[in-house]
């Protein structure tokens, strides 16, 4: 499967941002879809993800209640809204798809966006 992320940006403390990510080449709701992100200097880092039926959700403590993870499989496409960003969320954010269940730890996947890139600053 190839997964297309966009949606990032430059937004001030406080804003919002949608993410999208795009997958084709494969049957989606196969698939358990997954928001990474990477600060620099740091290690990649599991943001949300959400299961193949869509009726379960996890966050990371850090975004919980800021962030939502959805999917649209009529669309192909998993989003991470994200709201009252501060500068610690500035990283490239990245999603990935599982085959089945899914995982946090980035060595377990095979399916990755190309990252979009979210900076928070005033």
């Known amino acids: 499967v190839q997964l297309q992320a966009s949606g990032g940006g430059l937004v001030q403390p406080g804003g919002s941002l949608r993410l999208s990510c795009a997958a084709s080449g494969g049957t989606f709701s196969n698939y358990a879809m997954h928001w990474f992100r990477q600060a620099p200097g740091k290690e990649r880092e599991i943001v949300a993800a959400?299961?193949?039926?869509?009726?379960?959700?996890n966050y990371a403590d850090s975004v919980k209640g800021r962030f939502t993870i959805s999917r649209d499989d009529a669309k192909n496409t998993v989003y991470l809204q994200m709201n009252s960003l501060a500068p610690e969320d500035t990283a490239v954010y990245y999603c990935?798809?599982?085959?089945?269940?899914?995982?946090?730890?980035?060595?377990?996947?095979?399916?990755w966006g190309q990252g979009t890139q979210v900076t928070v600053s005033s």
């Open positions: 990935a798809a599982r085959w089945g269940a899914v995982a946090t730890t980035p060595s377990l996947f095979a399916y």
């Open positions: 959400v299961r193949r039926s869509g009726t379960s959700v």
